[in-house]
């Protein structure tokens, strides 16, 4: 009886402690985040790797299929959600313009619904497999051999109601150990013929035309908001590197190269940024990115084609590598006469 007690006595003091400590950390991570919108401003947060607080495993070595007892159960960390929770509504409650910003792997339900719904209160989640997906394409299949169907799937894949930021490249592909989205597509050629002083070849021309594609494509079909990453709206020729030991802690590749834009007006990469910036200010007028997902009508194997409508816009592509179309029929919702628009046409190509 006496070692029982004096072990409860000693269980008690320690669970003590471990509160009083818990307490103390939520209080130093909430207010944390005041901190920085007061003192920084801050638009909101992108909360970073949230997989590995959602659960006890962490999320190592477990594949989600999306079966919802992966999401619900004795794995799902409760303290966890309940931080995530609480720093949501703190953020949004005295910070009404604040966005909060979810990158999770696992599908986990709900979290880009309110608290008051039972949700964790995020406004967006990172759509983490598209450009995970471009990149996989660029390194794995021929242009012929492309599956239209899996693309589609990849950029239409997210839960009705939960926001998704959709992007085309990202940090896990532009820094040291793998390329860049255009490198990926015109590679050594980036040196030597993006000059609009010499002819087009048909890896800069293929490659421009693809960069292009991609990310419209992934900008109207992929989310309800779109991420620029790491210099991708003008093709960023090379990787980015942090100082470290493997470099002589250099700072040479540390950097976006603005001044391909800035310095050099007659290389292409000015008129990647131009497509770029009419693509923004076109969804501006259309606003697709606020519409509902979008509609797809076409996803068209042999003939490369993907058709689909949001905000009363419809997108056409043809990823095709050989043949265009003429009188292409397609699908559309309300019958009438449609204004031709083409993005191509507006930055010299």
Same mark, same amino acid.
């Given at each position: 009886?006496?070692?029982?007690?004096?072990?409860?006595?000693?269980?008690?003091?320690? !669970? @003590?402690?471990?509160?009083?400590?818990?307490?103390?950390?939520?209080?130093?991570?909430?207010?944390?985040?005041?901190?920085?919108?007061?003192?920084?401003?801050?638009?909101?947060?992108?909360?970073?790797?949230?997989?590995?607080?959602?659960?006890?495993?962490?999320?190592?070595?477990?594949?989600?299929?999306?079966?919802?007892?992966?999401?619900?159960?004795?794995?799902?960390?409760?303290?966890?959600?309940?931080?995530?929770?609480?720093?949501?509504?703190?953020?949004?409650?005295?910070?009404? *313009?604040?966005? *909060?910003?979810?990158?999770?792997?696992?599908?986990?339900?709900?979290?880009?619904?309110? #608290?008051?719904?039972?949700?964790?209160?995020?406004?967006?989640?990172? %759509?983490?497999?598209?450009? +995970?997906k471009w990149i996989q394409i660029?390194?794995?299949?021929?242009?012929?051999?492309? +599956?239209?169907?899996?693309?589609?799937?990849?950029?239409? &894949?997210?839960?009705?109601?939960?926001?998704?930021? @959709?992007?085309?490249?990202?940090?896990?592909? @532009?820094?040291?150990?793998?390329?860049?989205?255009? $490198?990926?597509? !015109? +590679?050594?050629?980036?040196?030597?013929?993006?000059?609009?002083?010499?002819?087009?070849?048909?890896?800069? +021309?293929?490659?421009?035309?693809?960069?292009?594609?991609?990310?419209?494509?992934?900008? %109207?079909?992929?989310?309800?908001?779109?991420?620029?990453?790491?210099? &991708?709206?003008?093709?960023?020729?090379?990787?980015?590197?942090?100082?470290?030991?493997?470099?002589?802690?250099?700072?040479?590749?540390?950097?976006?190269?603005?001044?391909?834009?800035?310095?050099?007006?007659?290389?292409?990469?000015?008129?990647?940024? %131009?497509f770029d910036r009419h693509m923004?200010?076109?969804?501006?007028?259309?606003?697709?990115?606020? @519409?509902?997902?979008?509609?797809?009508? *076409?996803?068209?194997?042999?003939?490369?084609?993907?058709?689909?409508?949001?905000?009363?816009?419809? $997108?056409? $592509?043809?990823?095709?590598?050989?043949?265009?179309?003429?009188?292409?029929? #397609?699908?559309?919702?309300?019958?009438?006469?449609?204004? %031709?628009?083409?993005? $191509?046409?507006?930055?010299?190509?």
């Amino acid at each position: 009886m006496i070692e029982v007690e004096e072990v409860g006595v000693i269980h008690s003091s320690f !669970m @003590a402690c471990d509160l009083e400590f818990l307490w103390e950390v939520l209080r130093f991570l909430l207010s944390n985040l005041r901190w920085w919108m007061e003192e920084y401003r801050f638009d909101g947060f992108r909360f970073d790797g949230i997989t590995s607080m959602l659960y006890h495993h962490h999320g190592i070595a477990v594949g989600f299929s999306g079966d919802y007892s992966e999401y619900f159960g004795l794995q799902v960390d409760e303290d966890s959600l309940v931080y995530l929770m609480l720093a949501n509504h703190i953020l949004h409650t005295l910070y009404p *313009t604040c966005i *909060t910003i979810a990158e999770d792997v696992s599908g986990m339900p709900a979290i880009c619904r309110g #608290v008051e719904e039972g949700g964790l209160g995020f406004d967006y989640r990172l %759509a983490m497999a598209v450009p +995970d997906k471009w990149i996989q394409i660029l390194k794995e299949f021929k242009d012929e051999d492309w +599956d239209i169907g899996d693309i589609i799937h990849t950029l239409i &894949n997210r839960r009705y109601g939960e926001k998704c930021i @959709a992007y085309s490249e990202s940090h896990d592909q @532009a820094l040291v150990g793998d390329k860049t989205l255009a $490198f990926w597509l !015109m +590679d050594k050629e980036m040196y030597t013929n993006m000059s609009s002083l010499v002819p087009m070849t048909a890896v800069i +021309d293929r490659g421009i035309q693809l960069h292009k594609m991609i990310r419209l494509l992934t900008h %109207a079909l992929g989310g309800e908001g779109y991420l620029n990453f790491i210099g &991708n709206e003008f093709g960023h020729p090379e990787w980015l590197d942090f100082p470290r030991e493997g470099n002589n802690q250099s700072y040479h590749y540390a950097r976006r190269q603005f001044d391909l834009l800035d310095a050099a007006k007659h290389l292409r990469y000015t008129q990647l940024y %131009a497509f770029d910036r009419h693509m923004n200010l076109t969804e501006d007028t259309y606003g697709w990115l606020a @519409a509902p997902p979008a509609y797809v009508s *076409t996803k068209h194997e042999e003939d490369k084609v993907i058709v689909f409508e949001r905000a009363k816009v419809v $997108f056409i $592509f043809n990823f095709h590598p050989t043949r265009s179309y003429e009188d292409y029929t #397609v699908a559309v919702e309300v019958s009438g006469k449609y204004p %031709a628009f083409s993005f $191509f046409s507006l930055v010299g190509f």
